[in-house]
């Protein structure tokens, strides 16, 4: 029995280590941060950054390991978009019933880090790169970028988070899309932080996840029988109504 519990216990520090190792004690410099705070939804509908609203619009909600990065691009509003590749661990909300606990899949989010000359050789020829300079400086082996939207957490592989999906672009996209960008939860050890407030922020994991649950319970569901772009005209009527 105890050499089960002791097999059982090196197996979860085995896995927790394989989604941490490759970020241990690596400062990195970040020389630029690209992203923005007032524009997409939240420019029209304040009301889509309260956690109500996200858990609304959200189909899945996930704690999940960040495996890889598949892809990177940028537009011409130098947002970074990043398509990773996640391992779910635990599902708090799965509306559709379309995950289970250990599936691989494909997330797309507007928070990322990246190096600088990769940045450099991807994008530096564009014409919109060209045109502002983003790239005409010489950069170190050491030297990252970051996206982020509303001061979130830039993610990166490797690490640990809880994730607010929608699911809306599956069928013709193969990937999730992450809703929650101001909800974007990075799991340190036992301690949480949020991009909204994360330096003041200090939660443990279990009440997050009791917070989560509750918020979950709240759900109405409202956005399943109207669709997604249907809700978010709802929610922006009676924003403007209110005032």
């Not at 300079?133 to 170190?140: A, L, Q, S």
Request: with cysteine; proline share 0%; glycine share 6%.
């Amino acid at each position: 029995m105890k050499k089960t519990i002791l097999f059982i216990l090196l197996a979860a520090l085995i896995l927790l280590a394989s989604c941490s190792a490759e970020n241990e004690n690596n400062e990195k410099n970040i020389v630029k941060t690209f992203g923005f705070k007032n524009l997409d939804m939240s420019e029209k509908i304040a009301d889509i950054n309260n956690i109500e609203a996200i858990t609304e619009i959200s189909a899945q909600i996930i704690l999940c390991c960040v495996k890889s990065c598949k892809e990177v691009s940028i537009n011409d509003l130098d947002e970074f978009n990043f398509t990773y590749e996640v391992e779910v661990r635990k599902i708090y909300l799965n509306v559709n019933d379309r995950l289970k606990e250990g599936d691989i899949i494909a997330v797309s989010s507007s928070e990322g880090i990246i190096l600088a000359n990769e940045a450099k050789a991807r994008f530096g020829s564009s014409a919109h790169a060209q045109k502002f300079g983003y790239f005409n400086n010489d950069y170190g082996d050491n030297d990252y970028f970051t996206a982020s939207c509303y001061d979130a957490v830039p993610i990166e592989v490797g690490k640990t988070y809880i994730m607010y999906l929608t699911d809306e672009y599956l069928e013709n996209w193969s990937l999730y899309a992450e809703t929650g960008r101001m909800y974007l939860y990075e799991i340190e050890g036992d301690m949480v932080y949020s991009g909204v407030d994360r330096n003041k922020l200090d939660l443990s994991f279990k009440k997050l996840e009791k917070q989560i649950i509750g918020d979950i319970e709240k759900r109405t569901g409202r956005v399943d029988e109207i669709g997604f772009d249907a809700y978010l005209d709802e929610l922006a009527k009676k924003q403007v109504n209110s005032k």
